[in-house]
C-alpha cells in the first residue's frame, strides 16, 4: 500500500509546524512534524491498526486514526492507497472534526 497526503492534511500539517514554532520554537515544531510523518509507517505497514474514528462515521468512508505527539492522524483506506486526510490536535473539539 502506499501512502498519499491529502491537500487539507497538508495545509493542517503546515498549520500545526507553525503554531509549534511560534510557540515552542523550530527544533519542536520539527520534532512534532517528525513524528506524526514517522507514525505513516506504522499505517503503511498495518493499514487497520488504527481505531475506528467515531466522530467521522455519519461519512461511511471507514476512517480511522493513530495518535502520536497530541494528534489523531486520520486516515481512510481505498483499494491499495491510504488516504491521510486530516491531523486532528486531540485539544480541539471533536465536533469541529467534520469541517
Same mark, same amino acid.
Given at each position: ?6 491537500? =487539507?492534511?497538508?495545509?493542517?500539517? %503546515? @498549520?500545526?509546524? $507553525?503554531y ?6 523550530r ?7 517528525s513524528?506524526? *510523518? ?7 505497514k498495518f =493499514? ?6 467515531e ?5 461511511n ?6 495518535l %502520536?505527539?497530541?494528534? $489523531?492522524?486520520i486516515?481512510?483506506? $481505498?483499494?491499495?492507497?491510504? *488516504?491521510?486526510?486530516?491531523? *486532528?490536535?486531540?485539544?480541539?473539539? =471533536? $465536533?469541529?472534526?467534520? @469541517?
Open positions: 500500500m502506499r501512502v498519499v497526503w491529502t491537500k =487539507p492534511a497538508s495545509q493542517r500539517l %503546515r @498549520e500545526i509546524f $507553525k509549534y514554532e511560534r510557540e515552542a520554537g527544533r519542536i515544531a520539527k520534532r512534532v512534524i513524528r506524526v *510523518f514517522n507514525a505513516t509507517a506504522q499505517i503503511e =493499514p487497520e491498526s488504527g481505531r475506528v474514528e466522530n467521522l462515521k455519519s461519512l468512508e471507514n476512517h480511522r486514526y493513530i %502520536r505527539s497530541g494528534h $489523531k492522524i486516515y481512510k483506506i $481505498k483499494s491499495n492507497t491510504i *488516504f491521510i486526510t486530516d491531523v *486532528f490536535d486531540t485539544r480541539r473539539d =471533536p $465536533k469541529n472534526m467534520n @469541517e
